[in-house]
């Protein structure tokens, strides 16, 4: 009953922000700042009382297994025989979780989830107060549900790891790349999302490569490396003795068949498939209206180089759209990328952009399908709209 209220007031609060946003009355001070607090309590609180059903996949199922196991081994199992041994950072901090009475286990993923929103909330912040204050509010509100939209809560509070690392990993890029301070805190967590999942490693090299600031040439790129990268992964398992290379490019192997385009077609149910379809529109959007901002703000400084930034973000996720996994933990990236060039796309209007509101009916079809939907079917026990 109470994670159906959450789930009916965080619905509640999303169409009202919608009727804010659609409205033509003067929209109350900072509504959108206090929306996202809202949706954050109210998402945290949800992931505290989460329990996951047996009947879905669910990461979070394997992640609580693994604290038992720590829980009953002990440091020793920790060292000698976690599967994340090599990505220590994770590895200890589900160690420290399982030192905790077992009432306590959704700490495993309520943690990040804070640090995930503390990130959102750091962006908006200094967007919106430092470098864009003339934002209307209305652009603000568009911005977090851009994010919300994209950044998937369900992947968030089931699989923990790899929104934290891409988390830690746009802070740092953030800092150092757009901020131009703390470089050093950078590193820091550029190395901590590193060992706390291998994906974090895609999110430095985008953040590289935006340097050369020719997102088409990084779009080509990326394309030519996911038409090598399962030749280049088995090489590499074969011929590594690095245990953290082989256990990264195993998973590309893992998945490099059963998560393809190709297969994809074949086998994904309708809706599964107009989700992958609408990642690859977002991809494709994301890269259009970050190529449209470089163009329109060419003095160097904070809208340049988040123009930037976005339209590599956009360019490498149209290079990974041939596999569904790699386009779906991109969408955390792509998210923040959203958070961030919005307000550039629409600061020169008292309205929101009329591309904007095209995409807008696709992006709730995707939060309702991959985030909404299987909470809701995790509760009643059946899959009430298996299409």
């Not at 949706?39 to 945290?44: E, G, P």
């Not at 589900?94 to 943690?111: D, E, H, M, R």
């Not at 163009?295 to 041939?322: D, H, M, P």
């Amino acid at each position: 009953m109470v994670e159906a209220l959450c789930l009916m007031l965080l619905t509640a609060t999303i169409v009202l922000m919608f009727v804010f946003m659609f409205s033509s009355r003067k929209i109350p001070v900072n509504f959108g700042g206090k929306s996202l607090l809202f949706v954050a309590v109210l998402s945290i609180f949800f992931a505290l009382i989460f329990k996951p059903a047996e009947f879905i996949r669910w990461d979070l199922i394997e992640h609580f297994k693994l604290v038992d196991n720590m829980r009953e081994g002990g440091i020793k199992y920790v060292v000698e025989e976690s599967q994340y041994a090599d990505l220590f950072v994770y590895n200890y901090f589900a160690y420290f979780i399982s030192t905790l009475p077992k009432n306590y286990q959704n700490l495993l993923t309520v943690i990040p989830l804070i640090v995930d929103f503390f990130v959102v909330g750091y962006i908006y912040t200094k967007s919106f107060k430092v470098y864009l204050p003339e934002t209307i509010e209305k652009t603000k509100i568009l911005s977090i549900l851009m994010w919300l939209f994209t950044f998937g809560i369900k992947l968030a509070i089931s699989g923990i790891r790899c929104s934290l690392a891409v988390s830690l990993a746009v802070l740092a890029i953030y800092l150092e790349a757009i901020q131009k301070k703390n470089r050093l805190l950078a590193l820091l967590l550029y190395i901590a999302a590193i060992y706390i999942h291998n994906f974090a490693v895609v999110l430095i090299l985008v953040r590289l490569l935006s340097a050369l600031r020719a997102p088409v040439m990084l779009m080509f790129l990326s394309l030519g490396i996911s038409t090598s990268l399962e030749t280049v992964a088995r090489f590499v398992v074969g011929n590594s003795k690095n245990e953290y290379l082989v256990f990264s490019f195993g998973r590309i192997l893992d998945t490099a068949e059963d998560m393809s385009f190709g297969f994809a077609t074949q086998s994904f149910s309708g809706v599964s498939f107009l989700i992958y379809l609408s990642f690859i529109v977002f991809s494709i959007y994301l890269f259009l209206v970050s190529e449209r901002a470089r163009r329109i703000y060419k003095e160097k400084g904070y809208c340049k180089t988040v123009a930037n930034f976005a339209a590599s973000v956009g360019a490498v996720a149209i290079g990974l759209s041939f596999n569904y996994l790699y386009l779906e933990r991109f969408m955390y990236l792509v998210s923040f990328a959203f958070l961030m060039i919005t307000p550039l796309h629409n600061r020169r209007v008292k309205r929101i952009n009329f591309e904007n509101l095209l995409l807008v009916p696709v992006m709730v079809f995707v939060f309702f399908f991959n985030d909404i939907y299987l909470f809701i079917v995790n509760y009643i026990g059946w899959f009430f709209l298996a299409l």
